[in-house]
């Protein structure tokens, strides 16, 4: 099993461009989730999803869209990209939430992406 | 003021020493979590726990709930524990988690 998996790797953008992160799971996860993560600062969400076909706002959502078309991937759009969302980003799985939360389960990671915006 | 608070930020050991990073959080939780960043980036999850402790080789994760409080010993450190640790809350009833900054660790020969 490949665990998670984002594309691409790295990317540099320039102010104004659009792009769409990949992020991809053969683990049947329920939940998906994405992060940013800055120099200093914890990892912080940007939208996740608890199924196929739903996605709601994280921490910090605004200048991203997000959609779960399917239940193994969870894409991450920037409309219009800004030197702000230079970050390194994240998406993990993690099992269906029980009754206590999704906060209960493990959640996996990808390796993470590096974008820099110009 | 965060929601997890981790200490220390930074923490240098010889190879061999007991090395303890130390989580507060200041809400209800289901859960919390240890997690591994190495160098290249990627991200692991040690531990979940939501009472007591666990043991993992030589790595060992407490839980106090009523102080809100857990703690990662790490025993026999060894260069290869050279990493970020990060600590994350599950707040009850919610499909979230909240991170910690990280304590980075650096294990010397």
């Known amino acids: 099993n490949a665990g998670v998996t984002q594309t691409p790797k790295f990317r540099v953008l320039k102010t104004g461009q659009s792009m769409t992160l990949l992020c991809a799971q053969d683990m049947n996860h329920e939940y998906m989730y994405w992060y940013r993560q800055d120099p200093g600062m914890g990892l912080r969400l940007i939208h996740y999803s608890v199924g196929e076909g739903t996605t709601a706002k994280g921490e910090v959502p605004d200048g991203y869209n997000v959609s779960r078309l399917k239940k193994q991937n969870f894409l991450l759009g920037l409309e219009s990209a800004a030197p702000s969302q230079t970050s390194v980003y994240f998406c993990a799985s993690s099992r269906p939430g029980l009754a206590r939360g999704g906060g209960y389960n493990e959640q996996f990671f990808g390796p993470g992406t590096r974008l820099t915006v110009l | 003021k965060n929601e997890v608070e981790q200490s220390p930020q930074n923490l240098t050991a010889q190879e061999g020493e007991f090395i303890t990073i130390n989580c507060s959080y200041s809400v209800g939780i289901s859960a919390l979590h240890w997690l591994q960043q190495h160098p290249g980036g990627g991200i692991v999850s040690l531990f979940m726990?939501?009472?007591g402790k666990k043991k993992h080789g030589r790595l060992i994760a407490t839980i106090n709930i009523q102080e809100k409080h857990s703690s990662l010993h790490i025993t026999a450190s060894h260069p290869r524990d050279s990493a970020v640790y990060i600590c994350?809350?599950?707040?009850?009833?919610?499909?979230?988690?909240?991170f910690g900054t990280g304590t980075r660790l650096q294990v010397f020969p």
């Open positions: 994350a809350v599950g707040p009850e009833d919610t499909d979230k988690l909240i």
């Open positions: 726990l939501s009472s």
